[in-house]
């Protein structure tokens, strides 16, 4: 068993004081005491948080981060970047992609992500077919998962389509397309692949209304038994317009309409959306999936965020394309984007007496906790033993307390302000670098180096 | 002299490999070669690039970064932020005030920064009487500068009024306020408080529209003699309601038409400006000051960089309240805040052929260079040697080449990319810390302690 002891840490009540957190060998949570001695469990100087769930990640894209930022790539919009995308993942083997996954995680928990919900679309060879197993790209996540440490919530993706209504996908997305059988195997093989990594969760992706169609979304909702859902939804004004001349209604309406959406459900992106859809989102409990570094780096647009929370919505954050990866910054860069459009501070409220830092925090775990729909995201008995340790020292921290720590975390750091990070009870980020950092830089840079060259 | 060689460096004409840069004593450029062996001089493998110039910096607010991050505070808009601010400046004293920007130079030059134009309008005792001698405070700028090897600007502020034309300051404004006889001798203080280091500039800064009237702003500017003049401008909406409420003009064409603005000049912010004002700054050829962090966290709003740009206009980034100290960040959320706008990509554009990243580095480089009026900005002879060198291992740089560099650095990385730094010759930054950085952050964290049990 591991005993650990805090100087400080946020507990489901509040902020505690000298507080005594027991670990069994499953990596749960066994008790929590504050205001005790440390009595033969480690101490630690510092403020422990629980880990963050990043909702939304496509791993591979941390091996282009960087790649599409010039006009002369036809780069000008989201659908040229998307071109060099396709082009970068046309080449990848299954190798290339547990090497760019194991940084990409690493980098994750360093910045204070303990989870992960990748959101997996790159399941065949380079030229369409399935590989033997279906599962071997699932298998090359599930190692860089098991490498970082990080909890992995693999949603296999489901894409049929490369049209509203189902229309033929194309050239560049041969490497993502299933029909309903062949990814009624891929998830069954996906969850034996990923059996041996512990408290993995698999759940189901499908990947946007243009890659599905009512029924095939219902079906594969109805197959998949009680897990997360996650889907791609109005991300880009282009998607809502072809979504309305194709059906007379927008996707966040069509998917309402279509399938039975609920709090296992998360709705990634949803920036285009009327006021109609935000009180749907609101009323139906899914998560709305915000990614605002990759929103911010793909012109997608800002979320409504003030009347979606007046009705009682819940979002998460996700790391999404991983052209930077830093919990801290995609929580500030939400608030500031919304502040930003509205000329105003502090934008998103917390309960009573909170700081914004603390209710961006608050939001975004109670938020990627249930898009992964698990037993995530609080220092209490059961839950995972998932801890953050924040640097009481660090310029961004040091002299507060209290919430006036996550907001120093929040807008004035970064992952430099993360000391420790326990996942399911193990340490894997000791004083800010993580156990595997040097093995997995090293096969990342030999990978992006020979992608370079090719 | 000292002798230094890059594997990689951007020249003035471009990328350049096995880059030989002579410094002499001075801390000026005596020579560049590129393509030629290291020959005595200290070989350096990464990506030399000249070191980014900070246009606008209050370093005092480092010292409140997180606390004013909660509705409760009434910090809902800016002018409750402001009453904050007031708050935590009324009982700082010289040293304080050392110490608090001492750490944000130091965190400047590790994150890219070489030089900064510190906007200073803390120029009294608590009590609003003058120190015994005026420059007290301009002597701890001082010497924060001269710990951290930054090199300083150094804008005395003139602020003689509370509101436009002329009207009373407030109690918390006592300590900034000199009418333009006090002001002439705050300057002529300053001066002398700086000789002794090296390189410091002295400008000045009439603090904005609303503290100065036409008379006493062209009689600032007249006696300063030809020095940097930066002012800020139309940062929030109120302040150009009450503008043209008082004289029926807004802000940014109530200042070219009252005072002979050019290339001396830096509008900071600028934010809510119409399509002529625009125009008319691009025609100045004053560079306008953009502070994408600080605009972020104060809801200023966006500045229409397209347009500005489409004329010919200069822009230069600054740190400004300093909530979070990060060159690259800076350039990156500018770009984002423009793109969430106007759902594009690349929406910073620079010469043909070049990188987003290398345009908006290229641009902040320039308008900042021009923001401190003085020979940097450049890796070539006769300027500082001011140079920032990128780790070509970190994962965001890593296998790649020429602008991609900056891409990497700017859209994927943070201070943590930045491996040395040298200013005017001299190396602060080695391996990522600054050589001051544990005196600096240990006298800061017991200043902050201190002043949060006042």
Same mark, same amino acid.
């Given at each position: ?9 946020? /507990? ?13 060998? @499953?990596?749960?949570?066994? #008790? ?13 100087? #510092? ?19 960087? /790649?599409?930022? +010039? ?28 090497? *760019? ?20 679309? /790159?399941?065949?060879?380079?030229? #369409? ?20 440490? *990080? ?8 894409? !049929? ?25 891929? /998830? ?6 990923? +059996?041996?990594?512990?408290?993995? $969760? ?33 991300? =880009? ?75 009682? #919505?819940?979002?998460?954050?996700? @790391? ?49 906790? =249930? !898009?992964?729909?698990?037993? *995530? ?10 801890? $953050? ?40 980020? !000791? ?24």
């Amino acid at each position: 068993m591991t005993n650990l002891h805090f100087s400080h840490a946020l /507990l489901p009540d509040g902020w505690a004081a000298d507080v005594r957190i027991d670990v069994d060998p @499953s990596g749960a949570i066994r #008790g929590v005491a504050a205001g005790v001695p440390a009595d033969g469990a480690v101490r630690h100087r #510092g403020i422990a948080v629980p880990g963050l769930a990043n909702l939304h990640s496509h791993a591979f894209q941390r091996g282009m981060a960087g /790649l599409a930022e +010039r006009r002369s790539d036809a780069a000008g919009n989201f659908w040229g970047w998307r071109d060099v995308m396709y082009r970068f993942l046309s080449t990848l083997d299954p190798d290339d992609v547990a090497a *760019i996954a194991a940084q990409a995680y690493v980098e994750m928990a360093e910045s204070g992500f303990t989870a992960v919900a990748e959101f997996h679309y /790159l399941h065949h060879a380079p030229d #369409g077919t399935p590989y033997a197993d279906p599962a071997e790209m699932a298998a090359a996540i599930g190692r860089a998962a098991a490498e970082s440490g *990080i909890e992995l919530t693999h949603l296999p993706v489901f894409y !049929a389509y490369g049209r509203f209504g189902g229309g033929p996908t194309e050239a560049g997305q041969r490497r993502f397309v299933n029909g309903p059988d062949r990814f009624a195997r891929l /998830l069954e093989a996906s969850r034996a692949a990923l +059996r041996d990594l512990p408290d993995a $969760v698999v759940g189901i992706a499908p990947h946007s209304v243009r890659a599905v169609t009512g029924a095939t979304l219902r079906a594969v909702v109805a197959a998949a038994g009680d897990v997360p859902v996650h889907i791609h939804v109005a991300e =880009q004004q282009k998607e809502v317009d072809d979504c309305v001349a194709w059906c007379g209604r927008r996707p966040v309406d069509w998917v309402h309409d279509e399938a039975p959406v609920d709090a296992r459900w998360c709705l990634v992106h949803a920036t285009h959306v009327t006021a109609g859809e935000v009180t749907r989102m609101a009323a139906s409990e899914a998560v709305v999936g915000l990614c605002p570094i990759t929103e911010g780096n793909l012109g997608d647009g800002l979320f409504p965020v003030p009347s979606f929370l007046d009705q009682g #919505g819940r979002f998460g954050v996700g @790391s999404d394309c991983n052209v930077r990866i830093d919990a801290a910054e995609e929580l500030r860069l939400l608030e500031y984007g919304q502040r930003l459009r509205d000329e105003k501070r502090n934008v998103v409220a917390g309960a009573p007496g909170r700081s914004t830092g603390r209710a961006l925090y608050d939001r975004a775990l109670a938020g990627g906790v =249930q !898009a992964h729909g698990r037993a *995530i995201g609080a220092l209490a008995p059961g839950m995972r033993a998932d801890i $953050v340790l924040l640097d009481p020292d660090h310029p961004a921290l040091v002299g507060r307390s209290g919430d006036q720590w996550l907001d120093g975390w929040v807008f004035g750091g970064d992952g430099r302000a993360v000391r420790d990070v326990w996942i399911g009870g193990r340490q894997v980020v !000791a004083d800010g670098r993580h156990l595997a950092r040097d093995a997995a830089r090293a096969r990342f840079a030999r990978t992006v180096e020979r992608l370079a060259d090719r």
